[in-house]
């Protein structure tokens, strides 16, 4: 349906390009282009689980165990979530970009009512006999809880971000958490296409404009407030606010990736300018204005005062490691990204690089579409897997990642912050992929010893995760068993088990899934 809706979007741009000669014409056919990128970019996702929650694959919330030191403290719950990205030439349409867009169906529940569980039972020419069951009635849930908040931002300009993440913090209940989701260079244009030699024939993004806020629940009206507004609002204390950032700014020998050197504005400009130089912070839009486009982790740190769940997917994610220990009330726990991702050949890059037939960034793809991104790096197409390999594989993955969430919450020794969040099945989810991840990573024998590749999450994760742990170990290990490439990683214990079949510390199981593929 959605391939003969772009054909024929396509044969409409093409009449009124022949009609019509101008700058309407041109900026349809960029739409076009854009669309059948995103899609060419997405077409793997068509094919796997969905990305969003689902009760039928993933853990249900009222199944999710409690965590073991958290007796008398009251969970997190995810209540929104601010998603703001922009790199050079990334695959996007209009204001939407391909890393936010699966990072938005991660946060979502996907339709489980008694509609969605007829039509999947079902072979697709007896879909139309189950068009009479109510479609508002029957697909919501009602036992699941309302899905967040969602703030998509593209491009913006700092002053914006901040904006809304103050508005947010000022709205958001009592015992929820707000997570940002931050995808962007921390070099600037220039030095990156400088840094890779398939980067030259990346032509400058001339698009401009003011950013837009989108909210696909919204509670406030952002859009009409202004700066001049959130200044206002934020007078009282903006005096005290700004005392606590240059407290840290006096702290940087003790914390040197923290915000920026004092100094003149034209220095600071042309530091950050500078092409290769080192940049501590992330770049959300045009080198031309560096200070308006330049976000430090000291300007998030007054934001820590509510409960932050961070992710930052970045070639320059490590910096914001300084907002560890440093909080302002609440201790924020983040995902942060690695410096460097393999891209086709295999080789390493920075994640601000974008190729013509790139597929996303892989730290974000790791996080909502686990095999798929596993799939990737291994160099392994989905279209070469058996028949309903794929459905097999992704559903195993997910009962071992709900074993290994079972032993994560069982853990005596997992910091206060983690345990604070574990009980949200949003973010519990981020936190089991991103286990997943940084095993993949650890393992393979590409990028084993190359600490470049690797994600880091602040605070420390417990012992019972490490990647050299046999829970970690058993759950790669099935991954590679299951498409052949085992050969690719090093595993520490020569004695386990065939992964799928279980290992120390997860449970045994033994269903059809065990049972070979036809």
């Known amino acids: 349906m959605v391939q003969m809706l772009v054909r024929h979007l396509r044969t409409l741009v093409d009449e009124f390009g022949h009609t019509y000669q101008g700058a309407d014409a041109k900026e349809w056919k960029v739409v076009v282009q854009e669309v059948i990128r995103f899609m060419k970019a997405d077409a793997a996702c068509e094919l796997s689980r969905p990305l969003r929650y689902s009760v039928l694959l993933d853990s249900h919330p009222s199944s999710i165990p409690a965590v073991a030191t958290m007796e008398d403290i009251k969970p997190l719950r995810l209540e929104d979530a601010i998603l703001a990205s922009y790199y050079h030439n990334e695959v996007k349409f209009s204001e939407l970009s391909l890393d936010t867009f699966r990072m938005l169906q991660a946060l979502e529940w996907e339709p489980s009512g008694s509609l969605y569980r007829t039509r999947i ?16 009635e029957e697909i919501p849930d009602p036992s699941l809880p309302p899905n967040p908040h969602k703030y998509i931002l593209y491009r913006p300009s700092v002053q914006h971000l901040l904006l809304v993440l103050a508005t947010v913090c000022e709205e ?134 509510r409960p932050l769940f961070i992710i930052v997917d970045s070639d320059n994610s490590c910096v914001f490691e300084s907002l560890s220990g440093n909080e302002r009330g ?68 997910s009962t071992l990642l709900a074993d290994l969430g079972n032993i994560l919450a069982a853990s005596t020794s997992i910091n206060y912050a983690w345990a ?15 286990i997943l991840c940084r095993g993949v990573f650890a393992l393979h024998s590409r990028f084993r010893d190359k600490p470049e590749f690797l994600p880091r999450c602040c605070p420390a994760l417990p012992e019972e995760v490490l990647p050299t742990m046999p829970t970690v170990e058993s759950l790669v290990s099935y991954l590679a068993t299951s498409v052949g490439v085992a050969d690719q990683f090093e595993f520490s214990h020569a004695s386990m088990k065939r992964s799928g079949e279980g290992s120390e510390g997860m449970t045994n199981r033994t269903s059809t899934l065990d049972k070979p593929l036809s």
């Open 121 to 136: 039972g079902e072979p697709s020419s007896r879909m139309s006999t189950s068009s009479h069951v109510g479609v508002a």
């Open 172 to 305: 958001i209940p009592a015992n929820s958490c707000i997570l940002l989701y931050v995808a962007a260079s921390g070099k600037s244009a220039r030095s990156t296409m400088s840094s890779h030699p398939s980067s030259a024939n990346l032509m400058m993004d001339i698009s401009s404009g003011n950013s837009k806020v989108v909210s696909l629940t919204p509670t406030l009206s952002l859009n009409q407030l202004t700066i001049s507004h959130i200044q206002s609002y934020m007078k009282p204390g903006i005096g005290g606010m700004m005392a606590e950032i240059d407290q840290s700014d006096n702290s940087a020998a003790s914390t040197p990736v923290d915000s920026p050197k004092k100094g003149t504005a034209g220095d600071r400009s042309s530091a950050l300018d500078s092409p290769g130089s080192p940049s501590p912070g992330l770049r959300l839009g045009s080198r031309r204005s560096p200070g308006d486009n330049f976000l430090y982790p000291s300007d998030i740190l007054p934001f820590t005062r």
């Open 330 to 397: 609440e201790p924020a726990v983040m995902l942060l990204s690695p410096s460097l991702q393999p891209d086709e050949k295999g080789m390493g890059v920075p994640a601000s690089v974008s190729y013509p037939n790139s597929c996303g960034n892989m730290f974000t793809f790791f996080l909502t579409a686990p095999f798929l991104a596993f799939c990737r790096v291994v160099g392994i197409s989905i279209s070469t897997l058996q028949k309903g390999q794929l459905e097999h594989t992704e559903k195993f993955l």
């Open 420 to 434: 604070r969040v574990l009980h949200d099945p949003f973010l519990r989810q981020l936190v089991l992929r991103f």
